[in-house]
């Protein structure tokens, strides 16, 4: 009798949950944020040309192929008319000094810079170990148009290789030389490159994300009320597709969703979070703001839409991704912050 009576509660709340109002998963693509420069420059599209010692850098030359700083706001021309920015490399030097010690027991000196490792060979007389003091260093800066510097500095980096004993003196040059083959100054172009990103905003807040947006689902069998919170997410999509061309497009973004926030908003003051069968339930109040959420993540209000996504995560931590937007939106609103006090001055 008790089987039978678990049997009959678990068939009816399956049942009453087919019938109550949810919400409808919808794709909506892959989205990027950028970060916000950290020097003078406005946000949007920007371009840049590589120089090196003063003058454009062709493909094929250590500066050219290893400068990389944009994102797919910030394009890289060869040549310096309309371009934005002036990234030049200059005195790049690359001083690698071989030496190589003979091993003869005799003298003690011979061993002097090898007891932290004493070889791939006991060493007898006649091995040779060979030393490499690689250097490496170039000087950058980072210029306006008009002439304004917004970035210098001076890079650099040493290394220090030992290539322990070795029969030969040829394999003992050829152990350190692919001991080091990695630190080039290609690998050091590359290695500045995500801090000139981040200077001028070409590194990202959030990254090729996949975003979704959510429709109300009405009840299995019932008419459907739901027409103008569906209608207005159609908008929403419909907008964030110039979003993704060009995440700047704010304006044109706002006049495509005219009207969606007060009517998501509206909905939103009816919800009864505490009964499933009601026209704005939990699952439909979630899905309302999270759509709201994203609705100001578009337009760069991150503090905003922190709050719509934090609302979601109090009702359902599963919901989406509104748990990394609600950890996410009030950092990425500081960051804004810290680039408008900046331009204010």
Same mark, same amino acid.
């Given at each position: ?33 950028? =970060? ?6 406005? @946000? /949007?599209? #920007?371009?840049?040309?590589? &120089?090196?010692?003063? %003058?454009? +850098?062709?493909?094929? =030359? ?6 990389? @700083? /944009?994102? #797919?706001?910030?394009?890289? &021309?060869?040549?310096? %008319?309309? +371009? ?19 091993y003869d027991p005799r003298y003690k000196s011979s061993r002097l810079h090898l007891t932290a490792k004493e070889g791939l060979h006991r ?12 250097e490496l260093s170039y000087y950058v800066t980072l210029s306006k148009n008009d002439g ?198």
């Open positions: 009798m008790i089987k039978k009576l678990l049997m009959c509660a678990a068939v009816a709340a399956v049942s009453f949950s087919a019938l109550a109002q949810g919400t409808d998963r919808q794709k909506m693509g892959v989205f990027v944020a950028s =970060s916000y420069p950290q020097v003078k420059l406005p @946000i /949007g599209p #920007k371009s840049y040309v590589v &120089l090196q010692d003063g %003058e454009p +850098a062709r493909s094929g =030359s250590v500066a050219y192929d290893n400068v990389s @700083i /944009g994102n #797919k706001t910030v394009t890289k &021309l060869l040549n310096k %008319e309309g +371009a934005d920015l002036f990234l030049n490399i200059s005195n790049m030097r690359d001083n690698a000094p071989i030496d190589v010690e003979r060493p007898r007389p006649g091995y040779a170990c060979a030393f490499m003091s690689l304004t510097v917004l970035y210098e500095n001076f890079v650099s980096e040493t290394g220090e290789y030992n290539s322990s004993w070795w029969p030969t003196e040829a394999g003992a040059v050829d152990s350190v030389q692919r001991a080091s083959h990695k630190q080039t100054m290609a690998a050091l172009i590359s290695k500045n490159n995500a801090a000139i990103a981040q200077l001028i905003g070409a590194s990202y807040l959030m990254n090729s994300r996949g975003i979704h947006c959510y429709k109300a689902e009405p009840k299995r069998k019932q008419p459907d009320t739901y027409g103008e919170i569906n209608e207005a997410v159609d908008k929403l999509m419909k907008a964030a597709e110039l979003i993704k061309l060009n995440e700047y497009d704010i304006e044109s973004f706002k006049e495509l969703t005219e009207g969606c926030v007060d009517i998501w908003e509206k909905e939103l003051k009816t919800k009864n979070m505490n009964d499933k069968s009601a026209r704005i339930n939990a699952e439909i109040a979630c899905g309302l703001n999270y759509n709201l959420g994203l609705y100001h993540l578009f337009i760069k209000e991150y503090k905003k839409a922190g709050k719509y996504f934090k609302e979601v995560v109090m009702a359902d931590k599963r919901f989406g991704d509104a748990k990394f937007f609600a950890e996410n939106c009030d950092k990425w609103q500081l960051a804004k912050d810290a680039y408008e006090r900046m331009m204010a001055k």
